[in-house]
């Protein structure tokens, strides 16, 4: 409890967050514990809707501190509908809407006392391709740190680089950080976002399908980060890449389509959620072990 | 017949690809199609340099003889001495009330209808059709509008048929161009620029004001002078407004007024009067090469801004 409220406590204090990226210890996979780990997102029986249509239903599960949570199945069950919950960017498809809950430590995202904008703070999010700012390379990571108040220079350097080095960048671009953030390749964006996401020090951060546009070379990077990160951020990340989840989450939820009954539009259905582990090799149910062993369409 | 060697089946093979791939026939439908496009950017280039040799050459010995006696003399009955300072005067007023009147209202609609407003509502697309609707009515209709609007109702402000009622006829006129053109530079922002600010925590306004519309710029930018350059150019709703063509030795935001395009339709139509040197129709002449100079200004600015916006955002 009091690590998550403390790094939340970060925002409110400003950005004095000197021992925030310490030197991370990385525990091994399932070194976690499961029990002591403070749930982060409590979702109960979410549905997301836009409109009559049901895009995604039954989100039931629990989310905890300090692991990565990979959501995987395939095209149009609804994980990145899902996973664009956890922090209310659904909020800007005016057709959208929930059912059920998201309780992020207890509170629900949903409430109408709750500002998005907050949430977005204390939540970031990576997108799919990597959609640096047209500005440097300095002024991609400083915005979301000049947004919340930061205006002093050497405050402002120093939230650069440490976030560039969060993201392992810094070696890289250390001397042309008044460069377009166009300027450097896919990889290199990617982890430029993922730069910019943690210069705001958030609790979380979401990632959807953040290596479906880059080489194998800039994912194996991007993952190693990951693993990396994992110590100071709780992860989900959405993922069309079976080896992927296996590689870097600690737990899996699978998520499949079932064609509605009163019409021929699929619904995204959470089948099962499980330790990456027994996911994958012992699945409680048919479905998750026809598509983790590929025998799924 | 005797087997071929593998050789000589390679030579055959070889023999048939290039016999098949060889240039055989000329492309006579694609050369007159080529011949076609060509005479019709030709046709294009000749009617403008028509055009402006016409004007130049009309004008040369009046601009030569004045200079820029012509520029900011007021309008009168003699040839050898007006000038065009009084429609300068309303054109330049014109400009401006075009500027600080339908650009902010305009991109701030276009802010509205693309970011805040519920696309699929019916009222929402009512309003938008509406607006392309608008930006198609004749600039005539428009002169009756500002006619009754702002020289009758609103005479107590705008001084009736004066330059600032001029203005606000203009601005009303360009205003559905500026909001359709606005609203089509920021539907080509991409999406993922707005998650991007979303992402790290920027509220709708935040994300609009340093991110969309810096990206929007340059398409807002070619928008907005494009409206400028057609409400320079307007003269039918200045007529019905009442510009004043005769006598105008005072310019006055209030008072009577004139523009350049009334100047060129009233000179046209004139005949010279006898012992002068000069015709009406040369001064008409010179005027439109005055404002074809306004014209070619604005735009020349509006390509340079727009270059570096584009540029800036291109991360160069």
Redo the contacts between chains.
Sequence with gaps: MSNVSDRIGFLERGLDMSDALKPAVHPTAGETSERTAEVVFDLQQLSVLYGDFRAVRDGTLQIRDQQITAFIGPSGCGKTTMLRCF?R?ND?I??ARVEGKVLYHGVDLYDPAVNS??V???I????Q?P????KSIYDNVA??PR??GVKKRSQLDEVVERSLQGAALWDEVKDRLK?????LSGGQQQRL?IA??I??EPDVILMDEPCSALDPIATGRIEELMAEMKTDYTIVIVTHNMQQAARVSDRTAFFTTEINPDSDRRTGILVEYDRTDKIFSNPADQRTEDYVTGRFG | MALMTPSRAGEAAAETVRAGITKKDRDVAGIAMLIGLLLAMILTLLALFALLAQVVSESASLLSARGLDFVTSPIGSDPDKIGIWSGLFGTIVIGVMVLVVAIPMGVAAAIYLEEYAHHESRLNRMIMVNIRNLAGVPAVIYGVLGFIIFTQWLSPITGGKSAIAAGLTMAVLVLPIVVITSMEAIRAVPSGLRDAGYGVGASRWETIRDHVLPYAAPGILTGTVLSIARALGEAAPLIIIGAVTGLLPETSLTGFFSAVPILIFQWTGRSQPPNSEFAFTESAAAAGLVLLIIVFFFNAAAIYLRNRFERKRSGQ
């Design positions: 922090n960017m800007f005016p057709t904008t907050e977005r703070r204390r970031g999010m990576v997108f391709k959609n640096p700012f047209p915005y979301g947004l919340l460069e377009s953030g166009l300027g976002c910019r996401a210069a705001v």
